[in-house]
């Protein structure tokens, strides 16, 4: 699904439902729906699943708006089901026959602005008591910046501070183009359950030819 800023991987299920609207003007009505599974199905989200519970209620989301939509066209008659297209309907399955743990990992997946076609894949612990195992948007919005100023950092060696789950670090050092990408990206924490986190983010992103690297202070 094609978005127009990182910081839209945020945004509640409701907006995520306006920004279907805007992209598949005919939706819900059947073949928007198959398009809209495709785009949930790319390989990309196969790998790097989202967090079962806004997985979960998204979907929900989903599943009210057909419904409104079919009601609104008289579609709906006593005993009758509303109509869900196949392919949206398997997705749907699986997210509410998934197992959701306490402490749920998943994956939380940002576009680059410049390239919208290339993913980040950032690992979460959504429930867990440490803050560094969580995305915030302060981190996002400051890799949001960056991308949208990349003279700033351009050829040079970034340290960050903190880093967390290495969103902002890995926004900069894979979502610029090459040319326009820091020399070195160094990223630290301190808190050992938040450094091997990082430490698996940074390992997942480093398949993309970049250069990054992490401290443990």
Not at 20 to 25: A, D, G, Q, V
Request: some cysteine; proline content about 5%.
């Amino acid at each position: 699904m094609q978005v127009n800023t990182v910081a839209a991987q945020l945004a509640p299920a409701k907006v995520v439902i306006e920004t279907i609207k805007k992209l598949f003007p005919s939706w819900p009505n059947y073949e928007s729906q198959n398009e809209v599974a495709a785009q949930l199905s790319i390989p990309h989200f196969k790998q790097f699943p989202a967090l079962q519970k806004s997985w979960r209620f998204l979907f929900k989301m989903i599943e009210q708006d057909v419904l409104s939509y079919n009601e609104r066209l008289d579609v709906i008659k006593e005993n009758e089901e509303f109509v869900v297209s196949d392919d949206l309907m398997e997705l749907i399955v699986e997210a509410h026959a998934a197992a959701i743990s306490d402490n749920e990992s998943g994956y939380i997946s940002f576009q680059s602005i410049s390239n919208p076609s290339q993913f980040i894949p950032i690992k979460v612990i959504q429930s867990h008591n440490q803050v560094g195992t969580k995305v915030w948007g302060a981190g996002v919005y400051l890799g949001e910046i960056l991308q949208r100023e990349p003279t700033l950092l351009q050829g040079k060696c970034v340290l960050e501070l903190g880093a967390g789950v290495g969103i902002t670090g890995l926004l900069i050092a894979r979502a610029l183009p090459p040319l326009q990408r820091p020399s070195k990206v160094i990223m630290t924490d301190f808190h050992h359950e938040v450094v091997d986190l990082l430490a698996y983010n940074i390992e997942i992103n480093n398949n993309y030819h970049v250069n990054l690297s992490l401290i443990h202070i």
